[in-house]
């Protein structure tokens, strides 16, 4: 089967950095990516990795390490807007279907 | 460009009944793929249609129907609806092309009492 891990909750103030990981186990892997899901709304797709690295787009930055399964999501000069559901997606190889992780709910304080 | 449009965005059933899902995904796209979520347990997958044929398919019960026309509408169907079908159902469209890029509508929020 597929499982990806993130953490389930997530508290960062306001101006601050904060970096949601995401481990997966699959069976095929083709790329990360990541979604915001604000609470009522639709998510919206933020970042894409298919190859090693680092991959910056604003304030949002997304890293995957292929050998160690792993990624994370940086969000930089957290605004209280950035409070939302954060998802990490697997997709596997060729036309196959995203697999979600289960979020993590960040809480941006002031 | 027009976004991802699901209707009805809200709707209440009984235990039992059936109900269908409609999805009009971004013009152009020829994917579209369900999803069923539920608090605390993320996107759980239901299927995906591509050029009007069923491409993928999770593991949901034969209950969870779905199909494409050839305008690329897609609707989905649940029969013999359980309390445990209550969710936000929600539906993804894409070029079909594995960029890991899904555009999703703000989805159905089914209530079965």
Known sequence: GQSLEQPSEVTAVEGAIVQINCTYQTSGFYGLSWYQQHDGGAPTFLSYNALDGLEETGRFSSFLSRSDSYGYLLLQELQMKDSASYFCAVSLSGNTPLVFGKGTRLSVIA | ?113
């Open chain 2, 1 to 113: 460009k027009a976004g991802v449009t699901q209707t009805p965005r809200y709707l209440i059933k009984t235990r039992g009944q059936q109900v269908t899902l409609s999805c009009s995904p971004i013009s152009g796209h020829r994917s579209v793929s369900w999803y069923q979520q539920t608090p605390g347990q993320g996107l759980q997958f239901l299927f995906e249609y591509f050029s009007e044929t069923q491409r993928n398919k999770g593991n949901f019960p034969g209950r969870f129907s779905g199909r494409q026309f050839s305008n690329s509408r897609s609707e989905m169907n649940v029969s013999t609806l359980e309390l445990g079908d209550s969710a936000l159902y929600l539906c993804a469209s894409s070029k079909g092309t594995n960029t890991g890029e899904l555009f999703f509508g703000e989805g159905s929020r089914l209530t079965v009492l």
